[in-house]
């Protein structure tokens, strides 16, 4: 039997309209497919009463008095609401729906709360209700614990069950549907003139999900090309073809990608950068922010003088801990990273001057750089973002 996973995010289950177009979604792949899962995301955005940062608004999120495990459990509400809420729709369109929570679809994680691993999924509770003719709809997002702990799989993580569980139940392919028409050369809201791209490599989507490119978590792209089933992002509220995301892409797109160095752009906000002046004990001090649960990015370690950034959210626990090494230290707020993506700059003089010249001519002040195999990542103010964006998306040519 041939099934296939659908994902609708947040602004796809906004209100009883989006939720429509849903319900048309699955009734449309339906005809297509034997069996459809469906796995949905919190109703909404910040601000809708039951969106995931709406709840972690209630309990004043940033200093909050509750536990991650209990954090886990307000979160875990979101989705299972959103899955309830769509099963009624399916149901009052004539459609067998039934819903799962995370853990009652067979996932378990393992016990790193806000953050967990999938350890296993048992496919007998889904597998039962497909045999019956009936349509998941499972919360995305969650698992339990092996002791029956409600786990999250980290924000954006409902793309990674829908990956998940097309694995398990080796799907046909993997739709994640959403408010954009695909993956883009750059984030639409950010750079007016970027382009969708209609076909990807799982590489390629891994970097760009990887250095902040929201339309798809970097763990559902891996588990995808793990398991070798092609992903596809759709926008919830038209027909048009979205991005196939797989393992060889097509000749066309591959002579397009030859010509071009850079393929994409991608950037991540509400960064602070820190340096920490003095020789303090590295290990130690590293191995604390590590116990910590803090993570740093683009790091310089210099023997006087560790620069490093973190999400802001993370400040005034650094806070603390600098001060307990009883380093000068100084922060820069409101940063953000900027980052070119082509999986053919290895090796290729000239790109960091071409990007150093053009954010230049543009007077954006680069703060911190890093560099992988596949990517140039420049630490700007966010104050920059947009023309920075602009700036590097003409220069290669992405338009
Ligand atoms: P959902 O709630 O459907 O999961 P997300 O907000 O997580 O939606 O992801 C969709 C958003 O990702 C888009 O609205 C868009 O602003 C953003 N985005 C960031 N980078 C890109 C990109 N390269 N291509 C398309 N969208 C992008
Ligand atoms: N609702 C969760 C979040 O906002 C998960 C998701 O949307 O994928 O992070
Ligand atoms: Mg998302």
Redesign the pocket.
């Known amino acids: 039997m041939n099934i296939l996973i659908q994902?609708?995010?947040?602004?796809?289950?906004a209100t009883e309209k989006t939720r429509k177009n849903v319900a048309d979604k699955i009734i449309e792949a339906k005809k297509i497919y034997d069996n459809v899962v469906v796995v949905v995301?919190a109703i909404g955005?910040l601000g809708a009463p039951y969106a995931t940062d709406s709840l972690l608004h209630l309990v004043n999120y940033k200093n909050t008095k509750l536990s991650s495990k209990e954090i886990d459990l307000l979160m875990s509400v979101g989705e299972i609401i959103s899955s309830l809420v769509l099963t009624n729709t399916l149901l009052e369109s004539g459609i067998d729906a039934c819903t799962l929570t995370g853990g009652g679809a067979g996932i378990i994680t393992d016990d790193n709360y806000n953050n967990a691993d999938v350890i296993n999924i048992n496919t007998e509770p889904l597998m039962k209700l497909l045999n019956e003719g009936k349509i998941p709809v499972v919360a995305g997002f969650q698992g339990v614990t092996i002791g029956n702990d409600v786990t999250t799989l980290g924000r954006?993580g409902?793309?990674t069950t829908a990956s998940l569980l097309g694995e398990a139940l080796n799907a046909s392919a993997i739709e994640?549907?959403?408010?954009?028409?695909?993956?883009?050369?750059?984030?639409?809201?950010?750079c007016k003139s970027?382009k969708?791209?209609d076909e990807i490599s799982y590489n390629e989507v891994f970097q760009?999900a990887g250095s902040?490119?929201?339309?798809?978590?970097p763990r559902a792209v891996e588990v995808a090309r793990r398991a070798g089933i092609p992903l596809i992002?759709k926008n919830?509220f038209n027909n048009s073809r979205g991005?196939s995301i797989k393992r060889h892409i097509g000749v066309e797109r591959k002579k397009t990608i030859e010509d071009k160095l850079i393929t994409?752009?991608?950037?991540k906000t509400n960064i602070t950068q820190v340096s920490i002046k003095g020789d303090i004990d590295d290990e130690n001090f590293f191995t604390d922010l590590a116990r910590e649960n803090v993570s740093i990015d683009i790091i310089n370690i210099f023997p006087e003088r560790k620069v490093f950034t973190i999400d802001d959210v993370c400040k005034e626990k650094v806070i603390r801990l600098i001060e307990k090494y009883e380093a000068p230290y100084t922060f820069i707020d409101d940063c953000c990273k900027v980052t070119v993506i082509g999986e053919k700059i290895t090796g290729v003089p000239g790109v960091m001057a071409k990007i150093i010249r053009c954010l230049s001519k543009s007077s954006v002040e680069i703060l911190q750089t890093a560099d992988s195999l596949s990517t140039i990542a420049c630490l700007i103010k966010e104050k920059d973002l947009v023309i920075a964006a602009e700036a590097l998306h003409k220069e290669f040519m992405l338009g």
């Open positions: 994902k609708f995010g947040g602004t796809s289950m995301s955005r954006g409902s793309d994640i549907y959403t408010d954009v028409d695909g993956i883009m050369t750059a984030d639409p809201r950010i970027a969708i791209i760009m902040g490119a929201k339309v798809i978590h992002i919830t991005t994409s752009i991608a950037h």
